[in-house]
């Protein structure tokens, strides 16, 4: 954000909570049932310091779900819900028990573009229309261009495996051979087994029959339409584009390697896609951009080189946008037992730090774990250590001790969210005598964090303290370190990584055995409260805070002259937010937020205070 806008924002803030404390409330913001006066200025993400920044300067982290694996399938026509109903269903669920702030929107260039050269007008209403469902309960939105396999129509009606993606007419201008993964054990070996999808990917980025031109034509349409036919209040909540799903170069041209392929042919396709972003009336949200597919991959004769790493300075017109599966873990032979503290905080520490050498924010775009199959046991304890490693650089067992290097919170959407599973009916590659209806209805897969129940409910198919986990959504200033406990179950095992130590007796009595997040940040100075998620598992009653700012149970409802306070999320779910106001620009601050207390005394909330003073004075200066 320019420091002249900035500046301007900060007066407006300031007079605004003057006039609040002195009897004139200002008005809730424009739109959003719950809204408070800070929301709808604060809509707008750009890239700053490599953070995500609101309107008002805050750091912001999204996390959420994609939305969803349904557009992969023909059942729906390439959209994620069967009606802007079901998408409304959806987004009120994820917002209430998947705690999400944010999705990935996938889309179909297929049914976007039918015909070459043809948008289908009726598709991009309906897909604006779903969008819409989310954007109006305050979740943000970042669309999604998807593909798998290049194409469904790769494959014939016989086929062991399916793709999306491109639309028919773009597979019969290939004329590619009849695909054959040979013996495969998992759908994605066909991305670099599968000579039909090699090739057909190698084409699109050589943009052969100009198969590229005539997708960045779609996307720009595509885009063009959202934004007309969202208000601009709605648009402020579409945060950016991701223009490719899962880039592979299908086959490398003599002398080519991944990391030259990404330079000559991956990166020249992402700046023609931004150029169209700002032809479309999106150039002030950022492309989402992934490297390589396999550029972080955990087995390695898998891993390619590759990260964008000659691509300069990104700079806030781009995010660094990645994906992380545990391949070993997934194999079922690669790695034993189960995952455990801080199994991948070198990976997502790697997602940190080449995001940081790039000067830009970064997103796990997708994570997660099978939840059915031979290595669905293994699922409580990946997809833990995965939000651990979003969270912190740290593992858990030192995490206490060494605070100051936790590093950014990562923004992340696991995948995936889709409320029809288990209850599909998809014809797989159009063969009615392949019917398929359970899991994710797609080569086998079963991730959805979701599904109805049989009165048409949204229930959760993940344990809730996993999935519905306190996160600082805004930041007033800089995050220095955040971790949560989120005491969350293997069965009947209840998976503590980060107990509190010994050395702080009184935080750690206050915490008990119940959940607990701890965050520490440098203030700026602004009126704009500090903003965490909080969970259901964290009902008014038994919420405590600790903190510089105070220390007390069940926090009131918000003012701007309240330190510690809640309020609704907007959109008018339900979903609740702790809000912290700080005064001083520069000053630490550190907010212990838990629901293990039962009735404290005010002598075991005053020790705890102490305990944590003591600790921050001395991690953080």
């Known amino acids: 954000m320019p420091k002249l806008r900035a500046r301007l924002l900060g007066v407006l803030v300031l007079l605004t909570g003057f006039l609040t404390t002195t009897g004139t409330r200002p008005a809730a913001a424009d739109g959003l049932p719950d809204s408070l006066w800070f929301d709808q200025p604060a809509a707008a993400l750009t890239v700053a310091n490599g953070r995500f920044t609101d309107g008002l300067g805050r750091e912001v982290v999204l996390r959420g779900y994609n939305v969803s694996g349904e557009t992969k399938l023909e059942e729906n026509g390439g959209l994620p819900f069967a009606s802007a109903a079901d998408a409304t269903k959806s987004a009120t669920a994820l917002r209430a028990l998947g705690g999400g702030n944010s999705v990935r929107f996938l889309l179909s260039w297929a049914h976007a573009e039918p015909v070459r050269g043809q948008v289908d007008t009726a598709y991009l209403a309906a897909v604006t229309d779903q969008m819409r469902a989310f954007l109006d309960v305050g979740i943000r939105v970042f669309p999604d261009f998807h593909q798998d396999l290049h194409s469904r129509y790769l494959f014939n009606s016989g086929s062991w495996y399916s793709g999306d993606g491109a639309p028919e007419w773009a597979v019969a201008a290939g004329g590619y051979p009849q695909e054959s993964c040979g013996i495969c054990l998992f759908w994605g070996q066909n991305i670099t087994q599968n000579n039909a999808v090699k090739a057909a990917q190698y084409d699109f980025w050589h943009n052969s029959h100009g198969l590229q031109d005539a997708f960045l034509v779609t996307a720009q349409a595509v885009m063009t339409y959202v934004r007309q036919h969202l208000t601009a209040a709605e648009f402020a909540g579409v945060v ?84 992380f599966y545990d391949q070993k873990a997934i194999s079922g032979v690669l790695m034993w037992g189960k995952a455990s503290d801080g199994q991948y905080t070198s990976d997502f520490a790697a997602v940190r730090d080449r995001a940081s050498a790039a000067g830009t924010a970064a997103v796990v775009g997708e994570f997660g774990h ?23 650089r740290l593992k858990g067992s030192g995490w206490w001790s060494g605070a100051a290097s936790s590093g950014p919170v990562l923004s992340g959407t696991q995948w995936q969210w889709d409320i029809y599973s288990g209850r599909h009916h998809e014809l797989m590659n159009d063969n009615p005598g392949k019917v398929l209806t359970s899991g994710d209805a797609w080569n086998d897969e079963d991730l959805s964090a979701v599904r109805l129940d049989d009165s048409g409910t949204a229930v959760l198919r993940q344990d809730a303290r996993l999935l519905d986990r306190l996160y600082p959504g805004a930041t007033a200033g800089s995050t220095l370190a955040f971790t949560y406990e989120d005491r969350s179950r293997d069965g009947s095992t209840t998976l503590t990584w980060n107990p509190v130590p010994s050395s702080l007796p009184q935080v750690s009595q206050l915490v008990g055995t119940g959940q607990y997040g701890l965050l520490v940040w440098r203030s700026d100075g602004g009126s704009a409260p500090t903003e965490l998620h909080l969970p259901a598992s964290f009902p008014a009653a038994v919420t405590t805070v600790v903190s ?42 550190y907010a212990l937020v838990t629901n293990g207390a039962s009735a404290p005394s005010a002598a075991l909330l005053n020790g705890a205070r102490t305990e944590l003073a003591a600790w921050a004075a001395a991690r953080f200066g």
């Open 548 to 589: 510089d700012l105070g220390a007390l149970v069940s926090p009131p409802v918000y003012t701007p002259a309240t330190p510690v306070a809640v309020a609704p999320e907007p959109g008018g779910t339900g979903s609740r937010r702790l809000l912290l106001t700080a005064s001083g620009p520069g000053t630490v601050h």
């Open 240 to 323: 950016g584009f991701d223009p490719y799903n899962e880039p592979y170069a299908g086959s490398y041209d003599s002398g080519q390697t991944s990391r030259t392929w990404e330079r000559d042919l991956l990166w020249p396709f992402y700046g023609k896609f931004r150029a169209r972003m700002d032809a479309a009336g999106w150039q002030d949200k950022p492309a989402f951009v992934e490297p390589n597919l396999f550029w972080n991959a955990n087995i390695a004769s898998q891993r390619q080189e590759g990260g964008l790493l000659d691509a300069g300075t990104l700079g806030p017109r781009y995010v660094f946008n990645t994906h």
């Open 370 to 392: 099978p939840l059915s199959g031979t290595v669905s046991d293994k699922a409580p304890t990946v997809d833990k250590a995965m939000y651990q490693a979003l969270d912190s």
